[in-house]
């Protein structure tokens, strides 16, 4: 079977991630700057914003009063918003500029219980249901497989149970499908065992990867993943934000300008902007060291 491979890398800048857990709430209007300049960058798709419980995310309350701010900004991105439940999606299909609806689906019974506060089975019928509202909206789904290289509750986890969920949503017509490493602690060998097994056995379908990383480790997931065929990653520029359950304190997302360097490195075009990058750089300093109360 031949597996179809991209040249160029599709780079994915996760700004909702990075703010997701901050405690001290960013004022609408100032997140709406900051991601005019993170518009300008050329990145590939935008992951946005969230439209799930203002309980469980409060900083993620305002994703529709942001979205209203953007609208008629030029940009050749795409834009991708969390959902978690129907209410969500049917909410995230109002708007135009959303191209993607995102959701988390865990290989682990316990993370999705605690992230979407229902069971795996439950969430299978919520995916059936949101994939429909994607269609009719003209939105494309994007699964994120998570917890897909290991999980710190003690449920069962292998290679082959992430082999098997791939293909559950391949049947559900999932197109694009990322794996998560949600507390950091893929190793490059189980990378690329699995990057291998997805591309080659469903070639027609965009495989991801969501790494949460330290210092230390970022390049050797990239290269794990990039070396199997993937072609998709997700960053958030500095590192910032990352899975509060993650017992290291190091472990954040993978920082975008180490994804910006390794193509550098490799000649991988991206269409990044780099003044325009820079001065995201430097708005995304300010935004996110806010004191924390």
């Known amino acids: 079977m031949s597996v179809i491979l991209h040249l160029d890398m599709k780079l994915i800048e996760c700004p909702r991630d990075a703010m997701q857990g901050l405690k001290t709430f960013i004022p609408t209007e100032q997140k709406i700057n900051y991601l005019r300049s993170v518009l300008k960058c050329g990145f590939d798709t935008i992951d946005i914003g969230s439209f799930v419980s203002p309980h469980a995310i409060p900083q993620m309350a305002d ?30 299909s109002l708007f135009q500029q959303v191209n993607y609806m995102g959701y988390p689906f865990s290989v682990s019974e316990t993370f999705q219980k605690r992230n979407t506060n229902a069971s795996i089975e439950q969430s299978l019928v919520t995916l059936d249901k949101i994939r429909n509202i994607c269609h009719q909206s003209n939105k494309e789904l994007v699964v994120y497989l998570s917890m897909a290289f290991g999980n710190p509750y003690g449920d069962a986890w292998g290679a082959e149970e992430v082999l098997k969920w791939a293909e559950k949503m ?5 197109k694009v499908i990322s794996l998560a490493d949600t507390i950091g602690v893929a190793k490059p060998e189980t990378i690329s065992y699995l990057f291998k097994e997805v591309t080659q056995e469903f070639p027609e379908i965009e495989f991801g990867a969501h790494f949460h990383t330290t210092p230390q480790t970022w390049k050797s997931k990239i290269e794990a993943a990039y070396s ?15 899975c509060p359950m993650a017992a290291d304190t190091l472990v954040g997302n993978m920082p975008t300008e180490r994804l910006i360097e390794f193509c ?14 820079d001065e995201a750089l430097r708005q995304a300093t300010r935004i996110f060291t806010i004191p924390e109360h």
């Open 228 to 242: 199997n065929n993937c072609r998709r990653f997700d960053g958030a520029i500095m590192g910032f934000g990352g």
């Open 63 to 92: 994703t529709a009063l942001v979205l209203a701010g953007l609208a008629g900004e030029e940009h050749n991105s795409k834009l991708l918003v969390i959902i978690a439940n129907t209410r969500g999606a049917q909410e995230a």
């Open 170 to 174: 391949v049947q559900m017509d999932i």
């Open 264 to 277: 550098e490195e490799k000649h991988i075009p991206t269409g990044i902007q780099h003044e325009y990058f």
